[in-house]
């Protein structure tokens, strides 16, 4: 398994970002062929999507997902994950049976070699609060994250807020658990600042300055490098990218940043998510270094 | 595997014994990842003019065949984004020789979205909010049989 040593933040693409085409113009070779061209080895991929026969990928296709990160030096960074208790729509899954659909996606994460989970969980009210059993059902999961060496983050993302109620309650089963199992993924949208004129923003977002972040840094397993404009100059116009990195890098923090691009126009006839991901990591790699 | 959810491959009439049966066609999820059946909200066929409610319409994963009823409590089979659905449906005869216009709705729940979106799911009409990363509700498509 190739082994990427550098220490401080590193690039990567979640391969959400390739949506519009995967299993029709892209598969997942050309995937991770894409994201060796940019010279970049951290990937996230979603367990729902990029696995074949999910959840119960065959040995067959497990060994070629090992053959495919060798060949393009590919790290498995994050793995998407959902823990849907909503999954019917007659009644919630008990604690015991979330648990199980947890345990089913952190063994499978392990055996694909990756190290974190992005978690999502049911939400309950439209500012994004999770299901009120989300503690039982991460505590009855940690051993065995625990014994995989598996880190598990839900994602901070717009409208949420750094200093917010909601990363404040994940922080707090942090410290009361003492658990290194369970953390956090912060998405780069909670530090945009332009917006487009007319362009629908929630009105509880406050943005986050890139200093908000430094008592997280401890609890951050990996983050998405969100990217909403990329200048021809490649330049994100709506991010403060240089001052977040800057941040991260002084603070001494570890891990990587994958790129995601959430884009509705992706889905447009003729667009090439691939060179708008190069635009990014252009500009990544002139601020990381490598 | 076609970008039309849709799918032209895999629309033709259906024999059982020697008679023809009914007809079915092949749809995709348009969503940026699979589910599972419990997630899923079939609506309406509409062929011809003629509709078929989900009672009359039986979903094929696998070469296992799923009521909607069936597929209501099954949170263990996955309906991955790169393997379309085979819809069948009876009906005596089938459809005849030519072109016929098809329309089919179905939706799926998404339980991290907000309540907002979520409590008003509809499948055979188009979410408040389009997102191209979840697709149209509601797809066309005129094709032909043999």
């Not at chain 1, 979603?46 to 495919?68: F, G, K, M, Q």
């Not at chain 1, 070699?113 to 989300?134: H, Q, S, Y």
């Not at chain 2, 595997?1 to 039309?4: I, K, P, V």
């Given at each position: 398994m190739y082994r990427y040593d550098k220490k401080g933040p590193k690039r990567g693409v979640a391969l959400y970002s390739y949506s519009a085409e995967f299993g029709l113009t892209k598969n997942l070779e050309e995937c991770f062929e894409d994201v060796h061209d940019m010279g970049?080895?951290?990937?996230?991929?979603?367990?729902?999507?990029?696995?074949?026969?999910?959840?119960?990928?065959?040995?067959?296709?497990?060994?070629?997902?090992?053959?495919?990160?060798?060949k393009y030096d590919i790290v498995p960074v994050e793995y998407g994950n959902w823990i849907d208790s909503h999954v019917m729509g007659g009644r919630d899954l008990t604690t015991e049976e979330?648990?199980?659909?947890?345990?089913?996606?952190?063994?499978?994460?392990?055996?694909?070699?990756?190290?974190?989970?992005?978690?999502?969980?049911?939400?309950?009210?439209?500012?994004?609060?999770?299901?009120?059993?989300?503690?039982?059902?991460?505590?009855?999961?940690?051993?065995?994250?625990?014994k995989l060496n598996m880190k598990m983050c839900p994602e901070i993302h717009i409208p949420s807020n750094l200093k917010g109620e909601m990363v404040t309650n994940f922080v707090d089963f942090i410290r009361e658990t003492g658990t290194k199992n369970f953390g956090l993924n912060i998405d780069f949208s909670v530090f945009r600042t332009n917006f487009s004129k007319g362009e629908?923003?929630?009105?509880?977002?406050?943005?986050?300055?890139?200093?908000?972040?430094?008592?997280?840094?401890?609890?951050?397993?990996?983050?998405?490098?969100?990217?909403?404009?990329?200048?021809?100059?490649?330049?994100?116009?709506?991010?403060?990218?240089?001052?977040?990195?800057?941040?991260?890098?002084?603070?001494?923090?570890?891990?990587?940043?994958?790129?995601?691009?959430?884009?509705?126009d992706?889905?447009?006839?003729?667009?090439?998510?691939?060179q708008t991901l190069r635009k990014q990591h252009i500009m990544l790699k002139n601020l990381l270094g490598d | 595997?076609?970008?039309?959810v849709i799918q032209s491959v895999g629309f033709r009439n259906i024999a059982e014994n020697g008679k023809i049966t009914g007809f079915q066609f092949k749809i995709r999820l348009p969503y940026y990842r699979g589910v599972f059946l419990?997630?899923?909200?079939?609506?309406?066929?509409?062929?011809?003019?003629?509709?078929?409610?989900?009672?009359?319409?039986?979903?094929?994963?696998?070469?296992?065949?799923?009521?909607?009823?069936?597929?209501?409590?099954?949170?263990?089979?996955?309906?991955?984004?790169?393997?379309?659905?085979?819809?069948?449906v009876k009906k005596e005869g089938g459809l005849k020789q030519g072109f016929h216009d098809l329309t089919y709705g179905f939706c799926f729940t998404s339980s991290y979205m907000p309540p907002v979106i979520q409590d008003h799911l509809d499948p055979d009409s188009e979410n408040m909010v389009f997102m191209p990363e979840f697709g149209h509700h509601?797809?066309?498509r005129r094709l032909l049989i043999v």
């Open positions: 970049a080895h951290g990937i996230e991929i979603l367990a729902n999507t990029h696995i074949e026969n999910y959840p119960y990928p065959s040995d067959e296709w497990v060994e070629n997902w090992w053959r495919l990160c060798d979330s648990v199980a659909m947890l345990s089913r996606d952190i063994r499978l994460a392990h055996r694909l070699g990756f190290t974190v989970m992005r978690t999502k969980m049911p939400v309950i009210n439209d500012k994004l609060e999770p299901v009120l059993n989300w503690r039982e059902i991460i505590k009855g999961a940690l051993p065995l994250a625990e629908w923003v929630d009105p509880n977002y406050e943005a986050n300055k890139p200093e908000d972040i430094i008592p997280l840094l401890p609890y951050i397993y990996c983050c998405h490098a969100k990217f909403i404009n990329m200048s021809d100059d490649f330049e994100e116009t709506t991010i403060p990218y240089p001052e977040i990195i800057k941040v991260m890098q002084e603070n001494g923090w570890d891990g990587y940043l994958l790129s995601e691009y959430e884009g509705a992706k889905y447009e006839e003729g667009y090439e998510v691939g | 595997m076609e970008r039309q419990s997630q899923l909200r079939p609506g309406t066929l509409t062929v011809d003019g003629e509709t078929f409610g989900k009672d009359e319409i039986v979903w094929n994963f696998c070469s296992e065949d799923y009521t909607w009823e069936e597929m209501t409590t099954n949170y263990d089979q996955h309906w991955a984004v790169t393997k379309p659905a085979t819809l069948k509601v797809n066309s």
